[in-house]
């Protein structure tokens, strides 16, 4: 096993203990400033600082994140500078969170993209069936 994979495994492992003194997350989330590795299923919490298109950067107050929630043309969202959301998807190469979905505070979720395989997208914009924006 190669040391980058094994540290990555020794610090996912650190961060699922809760530490006394230490102020924790809702169950499940990761600290933008604790991502080390590409993962599935990641889930962080923050306020949005910034809006490009469908990037946008999250902030959780240990870091921030740019979260990728796909091209505009597929499902263009209507996310705010200061609203508080939580996001579940993959890092990615690029150290960018591509979303899964996306939950706001008054629990109403955006589902972006599956969690598995390619994204619906992924074959253009004439090829893949747009969601219904309801």
Known sequence: MNKQLLFGLILT????ITIPGLPTLAQGQTRIGDLQQRTN???VSGKV???????FIIDDGTGQLVVDAGPRW??????????????TGELGRGG????????????SVINIRPPQGPPP?????????????N
């Open 13 to 16: 492992t650190i961060s699922a």
């Open 41 to 43: 299923g990641t889930t």
């Open 49 to 55: 600082t910034q809006i490009v298109g469908n990037d």
């Open 74 to 87: 597929w499902r263009e969202l209507n996310v705010k500078s200061g609203e508080q959301i939580t996001v």
């Open 96 to 107: 960018e969170l591509d979303a899964f979905s996306i939950t706001r505070a008054d629990g």
């Open 121 to 133: 997208w992924a074959g253009g914009p004439n090829r893949a069936p747009r969601p219904n924006p």
